[in-house]
């Protein structure tokens, strides 16, 4: 089992104080951004900035994934993006505001030709589509599990670009929690990444100050299924790494639930601290010793 990335930081990649900061952060994975964070006038020197930047650090060499955060499909700027950081062989590529696989399938197929003319390893660079920041998005969000889309690393939601495209004033309910639109394309983009068999990566907890709230919120998360989160600031870097590895009780409860089984000699079903067990419970408990083994291998 290949350790899943608990953390993806944006780094803009327009800045070199916090370029310069970047490999200290402790993140499973960077995202050098050339979208959001970077100003239009500032998109030119961002891709020299961070090109420079991963040819610095070849991949055999990297303390943590480098990946890019492309502009749009729709843009004009997507092409000279890629054209730019491939020579650099980042380990993925987000893209934003993605329509459905179609826009994942076109970008993989730009960078098999990039690819080739860099000299870096086919279907090396994985795709990390931002899969429900445009209005249609969420309705694709179950195709990707029959797209047969070799360089799909995961899927990944967001908020803000969808509230929008849809001309919302608030993504946010009178309590302060995700509206029901936001709760919904949340639920459906962690079910089309396990339907799809990669990784679900949660969306930004966007007050880098709350530690506390950010832990919860990762708990939780991780107990619904997720894998990862987004950050925005290397303070969240280190709850978020901790939040998403099994606890010490959740590691010895797996032994014991793994010990129980093979004591039971076949059997589909086993008691344990009175409670009766089966084979999905079996199944996740393998899950949680193949992801420890994965972190200490890594």
């Not at 195709?143 to 690393?153: E, F, S, V």
């Not at 530690?211 to 939780?220: D, I, P, V």
């Amino acid at each position: 089992m290949t350790a899943p990335i608990r953390s993806f930081l944006f780094i803009p990649g327009d800045s070199e104080k916090k370029l310069g900061k970047a490999d200290g952060t402790g993140a499973d994975a960077l995202i050098l951004d050339l979208e959001d964070s970077v100003a239009p006038p500032n998109k030119a020197r961002a891709r020299e900035m961070v090109t420079a930047f991963l040819m610095a650090r070849p991949r055999e060499q990297r303390t943590s994934q480098l990946w890019v955060r492309v502009n749009p499909l729709d843009t004009d700027l997507l092409l000279g993006d890629l054209a730019a950081v491939v020579a650099g062989a980042p380990d993925g590529i987000m893209l934003p505001k993605a329509n459905g696989p179609d826009d994942v399938r076109t970008v993989s197929l730009f960078l098999d030709a990039l690819e080739v003319q860099a000299g870096v390893d086919a279907t090396s660079i994985r795709i990390l589509p931002v899969a429900t920041e445009t209005a249609i998005a969420p309705f694709c969000l179950g195709d990707y599990a029959a797209a047969n889309l070799a360089r799909l690393a995961g899927l990944t939601w967001g908020a803000e670009d969808l509230s929008a495209a849809v001309g919302a004033s608030t993504n946010l309910d009178a309590s302060g929690e995700w509206a029901l639109t936001y709760k919904l394309v949340r639920s459906l983009t962690l079910l089309g990444a396990h339907a799809a068999g990669v990784a679900a990566i949660d969306t930004l907890f966007v007050d880098f100050r709350d530690e506390e709230g950010l832990r919860a919120s990762c708990r939780a998360a991780r107990a619904e299924g997720w894998s990862g989160r987004l950050a925005i600031h290397p303070a969240q870097v280190a709850p978020i790494n901790e939040s998403f590895m099994p606890t010490d009780a959740e590691v010895e409860h797996a032994r014991r639930v793994v010990a129980a089984f093979e004591a039971a000699d076949g059997a589909g079903t086993v008691g344990l601290d009175g409670k009766m067990l089966d084979i999905p419970h079996l199944k996740q408990a393998n899950n949680v010793l193949a992801q420890i083994a994965a972190y200490v291998r890594r």
